[in-house]
């Protein structure tokens, strides 16, 4: 079955970086768009960055754009976020999943336990 392992997050400091990734398996992983989410305390979860098949496309939403970087290495089935310039709002829970947007009929519903990242001084 659609699996998602998420690992990499933890505590950073304001200014400096994390890489998160995300271990799929269950579905031939090359042929889908994969997508970054995140849910901070107490809002919903949302869309950070997402890229197609082939690496050709990425997409990012505003708050973060310059700052993190989606990749993906179709050998290892394995999806990653560098995350950088760390701000207190980018505390939340990272996800990933299929697709290149919430609503895309490739979303899994088998969710990952996801990885914190905790953004403090």
Same mark, same amino acid.
């Given at each position: 079955?659609v699996q998602f392992v998420e690992s990499g997050g933890?505590?950073?400091?304001?200014?400096?970086? /994390?890489? *998160?990734? #995300? /271990?799929?398996?269950?579905?031939?992983?090359?042929? =889908?768009?994969?997508?970054? =989410? &995140?849910?901070?305390?107490?809002?919903?979860? @949302? /869309? %950070?960055?997402?890229?197609? +098949?082939g690496r050709e496309t990425t997409e990012y939403i505003?708050? %973060?754009?310059? &700052?993190?970087?989606?990749? &993906?290495?179709?050998?290892?089935?394995? *999806?990653? *976020?560098? %995350? +950088?310039? /760390?701000?207190? @709002?980018?505390?939340? *829970? =990272? =996800? #990933?999943?299929?697709?290149?947007?919430?609503?895309?009929a490739s979303v899994s519903s088998a969710w990952g336990?996801?990885?914190?990242?905790? %953004?403090?001084?």
């Amino acid at each position: 079955q659609v699996q998602f392992v998420e690992s990499g997050g933890g505590l950073g400091q304001p200014g400096g970086s /994390l890489r *998160l990734s #995300c /271990l799929a398996s269950g579905f031939p992983f090359s042929t =889908y768009f994969m997508s970054w =989410y &995140r849910q901070a305390p107490g809002k919903e979860r @949302e /869309l %950070v960055a997402w890229i197609s +098949n082939g690496r050709e496309t990425t997409e990012y939403i505003d708050s %973060v754009v310059g &700052r993190f970087t989606i990749s &993906r290495d179709d050998a290892k089935n394995t *999806l990653y *976020l560098q %995350v +950088n310039k /760390l701000k207190p @709002e980018d505390t939340a *829970l =990272y =996800y #990933c999943n299929r697709g290149a947007h919430p609503a895309a009929a490739s979303v899994s519903s088998a969710w990952g336990q996801g990885t914190p990242v905790i %953004v403090s001084s």
